[in-house]
């Protein structure tokens, strides 16, 4: 039996969730590749934890190809990927410019078509496993999520149908849908105390998630221990998309 450490390549690792799945992996004995834009961050990150990182812009192919291509010379092999990129772009439909649409897409559809498309490619000979990050605005209506639902509700649909493609080749891919979080990228958010408490409202378990409450699943997703998962969307929300919210719930008892 191989007992080498399964190697994982996170996308955005940069970010806040992105780091913690590449801390919670590296402490429990995965070896990954950190991989984002910020070249400076990304070095920063694969020093600490002591393993590789590798600059890329994953909402363009080229750099994709370059970026796997890559990883592939460095470890020689790929047995999990997280695409952890994302942006949040809150404007209704009609305060969205073409570029703001262009770019929620690119930064979040176009990242995730991408890491299907690589990371498939290089987990085809001995099977894998690809998370995706959706987002619980892709299953609940919310105001001003047009964009972004619209982008996500396109990773979720995009996991099962890869899922279903890449199921004889033993690559299981599933999907991850996060509540709000409290990260660099809504820190807009979270630092405004009237936004944070009516946001906190809307999770019926009283509170916003932390990159800490996602990162475990995303790991579940990548070990055997999930072998017989795949095509999936789980919600992580505090039961924002399945449940009322606190507010709500007073008001009817």
């Known amino acids: 039996m191989n007992s080498s450490?399964?190697?994982?390549?996170?996308?955005?690792?940069?970010?806040?969730?992105?780091?913690?799945?590449?801390?919670?992996l590296a402490g429990g004995g995965y070896k990954v590749v950190c991989a984002g834009r910020n070249k400076q961050a990304i070095n920063e990150l694969a020093?600490?934890?002591?393993?590789?990182?590798?600059?890329?812009?994953a909402s363009d192919f080229a750099s994709m190809a370059t970026c796997?291509?890559?990883?592939?010379?460095?470890?020689?092999?790929?047995?999990g990927l997280v695409n952890a990129v994302?942006?949040?772009?809150?404007?209704?439909?009609h305060s969205t410019t073409e570029e703001d649409w262009i770019k929620t897409i690119q930064t979040n559809l176009s990242s995730a078509f991408a890491c299907v498309k690589?990371?498939?490619r290089a987990m085809m000979a001995n099977g894998g496993s690809i998370v995706l990050v959706s987002s619980a605005a892709a299953f609940t209506g919310m105001p001003?999520?047009?964009?972004?639902?619209?982008?996500?509700?396109?990773?979720?649909?995009?996991?099962?149908?890869a899922a279903a493609t890449y199921a004889?080749?033993?690559?299981?891919?599933?999907?991850?849908?996060?509540?709000?979080?409290?990260?660099?990228?809504?820190?807009?958010?979270?630092?405004?105390?009237?936004q944070l408490e009516a946001s906190t409202q809307m999770h019926p378990l009283g509170r916003i998630g932390t990159p800490d409450d996602i990162a475990p699943a995303v790991e579940w997703l990548l070990s055997e221990k999930s072998s017989w998962v795949t095509g999936e969307e789980i919600k992580i929300d505090g039961g924002l998309s399945s449940?009322?919210?606190?507010?709500?719930?007073r008001a009817g008892s």
Do not use: W
């Open 118 to 120: 690589y990371g498939a």
């Open 168 to 194: 004889r080749h033993k690559i299981r891919v599933n999907c991850i849908a996060p509540g709000l979080m409290d990260t660099n990228l809504t820190r807009g958010i979270t630092s405004n105390k009237t």
């Open 144 to 161: 001003n999520h047009e964009a972004i639902a619209a982008a996500k509700g396109g990773v979720a649909s995009l996991s099962r149908a």
């Open 5 to 24: 450490p399964k190697v994982v390549l996170v996308l955005g690792a940069n970010g806040s969730l992105g780091s913690a799945v590449c801390r919670l």
């Open 68 to 79: 796997f291509e890559e990883a592939l010379i460095e470890v020689g092999r790929l047995d």
């Open 243 to 249: 449940l009322r919210g606190r507010a709500l719930a």
């Open 86 to 93: 994302g942006s949040l772009h809150l404007k209704p439909a």
């Open 47 to 57: 020093d600490q934890l002591g393993t590789i990182g590798i600059a890329c812009d």
